[in-house]
């Protein structure tokens, strides 16, 4: 199979996979993804002393059991010994592959020592790396950045690191800590990092097209791409993608009744597994990240904030739809 990536023992099957987003990549949107059939899917962040406290919330971040694909867990700590128990936990659920962060920005994450703050720190981020893989069976990957900031840029430095302390595969995301998400992402970062490193490189930052991707993969030689706010609202990027890079024509962008079919199976996900008033909440983004660009979407997106139940937010879905394909 062209494109195929080995992480460990896991044999993906494409060399697309999709970016864990706290607040977004929950299973039912997971759900929308697999469909795509990426490589790998990551769930949200999950913090490893929640989980070692067995916190219900954060419990019900780990419901992978019976996704169409492999799901990778990321988790976020600065303990060794916790970070270890967490992925344990994590493996009995049926994750594929354990992924740390050492990416996340959030001053309350830094402050914690956790995240992209273990880029300052290359002694406990390896330490970390080294106590989790003998900790679980499936293997153990690393998220990171470029660097904390443009006058630390450490990445390659780390990824040796993490490497000859048993990661089985390493994302570099092209932004420094201080970009938080903004400017562009560095692919050069991620060039050089393949270039040092001889497990799979996966490259993110940016992408929002399949040429693009195709570019900023053969530029950065990496083994795969993660894609990241692409995919909000777009899971289509991902099988467009993937065609691509196996050098098939690219699939046709998806019809208005199939973006509103897509919202309206992840909206009932959502309320099958969170209620209908957090299920509706959660949904809003979703929901104006899928109609952004079509006729008078802000206006529909107004509306839906205000639905106050399942059935009123599924008639003004059907009612835009029909807008919709009267136009066209
Ligand atoms: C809303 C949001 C939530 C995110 N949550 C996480 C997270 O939980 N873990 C993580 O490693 N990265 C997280 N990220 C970073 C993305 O995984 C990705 O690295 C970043 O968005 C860059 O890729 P992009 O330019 O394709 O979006 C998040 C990004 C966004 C926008």
């Known amino acids: 199979m062209k494109n195929q990536v080995k992480i460990g023992d896991v044999i ?13 990549t929950d299973r039912p949107f997971r759900e929308e993804l697999h469909k795509m059939g990426p490589g790998l899917v990551f769930t949200e962040m999950i913090s490893d002393k929640a ?11 780990l419901d992978i059991k019976g996704e169409e694909g492999p799901v990778a867990v990321q988790l976020c700590g600065s303990e060794p010994q916790v970070m270890s128990r967490a992925a344990q936990i994590a493996e009995e659920m049926g994750a594929a592959i354990i992924d740390i962060n050492m990416g996340c920005p959030a001053p309350k994450i830094i402050k914690n020592g956790e995240g992209a703050a273990l880029m300052l720190d290359e002694e406990m ?11 679980v069976r499936i293997p153990v990957t690393v998220k990171m950045r470029a660097g904390f900031s443009q006058a630390n840029i450490n ?17 570099v995301h ?11 992402a560095d692919w050069q970062v991620v060039q050089k990092v393949a270039a040092k490193v001889s497990v799979p490189v996966f490259g993110n930052g940016d992408i929002y097209e399949a040429q693009d991707a195709l570019g900023k993969l053969q530029m950065a030689g990496c083994a ?36 509103m079919l897509t919202i309206k199976r992840q909206l009932g996900r959502e309320v099958e597994l969170d209620g209908e008033e957090r299920g509706i ?12 660009g079509y006729r008078n979407a802000a206006l529909m997106r ?16 059907t009612a835009y739809e029909q807008e919709l394909q009267q136009v066209n």
């Open 51 to 61: 989980l070692t406290y067995k916190n219900c919330n954060t419990l019900a971040l």
């Open 155 to 171: 990445a390659t430095s780390l990824a040796q690191k993490v490497e000859a302390a048993g990661a089985a595969a390493i994302t």
């Open 224 to 259: 795969g791409v993660m894609l990241g706010r692409g995919i909000q609202g777009n899971p289509w990027l991902v099988q467009q993608i993937a065609a691509v890079m196996q050098k098939n024509p690219e699939p046709a962008k998806p019809s208005i009744s199939e973006i």
């Open 281 to 292: 909440r959660k949904m809003r983004k979703h929901i104006a990240w899928y109609i952004k």
């Open 302 to 317: 107004n509306k839906i904030n205000q639905a106050q139940n399942l059935p009123e937010l599924l008639a003004m879905l």
């Open 125 to 135: 981020a390896t330490e970390i790396v080294k106590q989790v893989v003998r900790a």
């Open 174 to 184: 092209g932004r420094t800590r201080d970009q938080f998400y903004h400017g562009l």
């Open 12 to 24: 993906l099957a494409n060399n697309v996979i999709t970016a864990p987003m706290a607040g977004i």
